[in-house]
């Protein structure tokens, strides 16, 4: 038997989920959600389709000590929902900044989640940080309503490369002062 390792990242409580560190046994719902082309392709870095053992070397990257992206499981269990709604990370930057990333399953979209896993995230500031940026294509206006709505706020535009796309993305650019 095969035990997880325990990292040094806190659960962070919401009303309906916690973020939690993620867990190998996640690699199933992480795999089903993400292997979604609707998911991949407002994200930089989830390829579609998606490879074999792409999701199984994500999940032992956020579980390493070396780690430069801590990441947490979106989970409603402890509320009676679902183990995994998505999942966001904080990747860390030079000079007390990080970058805030989400996803969320299809199936909550439109839920809040996004918004209050965000809001979690930023008010439990576990890295310490003093900024924290976050960039969306500017196809999921969507997503940049939740970030406006948590308080961050527009830099301006830029570009990301998809790996879902195959192509550069234009993106706009936010930031919030913690």
């Known amino acids: 038997m095969k035990m997880d390792a325990i990292i040094n990242q806190p659960v962070v409580e919401t009303e309906q989920f916690d973020l939690r560190p993620l867990r190998r046994s996640d690699q199933g719902l992480i ?26 070397a994500f999940i032992a990257r956020a579980l390493s000590e070396s780690r430069d992206e801590d990441v947490w499981a979106m989970d409603g269990t402890r509320s009676g929902g679902p183990e995994l709604k998505g999942i966001i990370s904080l990747r860390r930057l030079d000079r007390n900044q990080a970058e805030v990333s989400y996803w969320v399953a299809p199936i909550f979209w439109n839920t809040g989640v996004a918004s209050q896993a965000v809001e979690a995230l930023v008010a439990a500031n576990p890295l310490g940080n003093d900024t924290m940026f976050a960039s969306v294509f500017q196809d999921n206006p969507a ?33 919030k002062k913690l």
Do not use: K, N, Q
């Open 31 to 56: 795999e089903h959600y993400a292997g979604d082309e609707r998911v991949a392709r407002m994200t930089t870095s989830i390829p579609h389709p998606l490879p074999p053992g792409a999701i199984e």
């Open 143 to 175: 997503s940049a309503r939740v970030l406006t709505r948590c308080g961050f706020e527009y830099l301006g535009d830029a570009e990301s490369y998809s790996v879902a796309r195959g192509a550069t993305v234009p993106t706009w650019t936010y930031s």
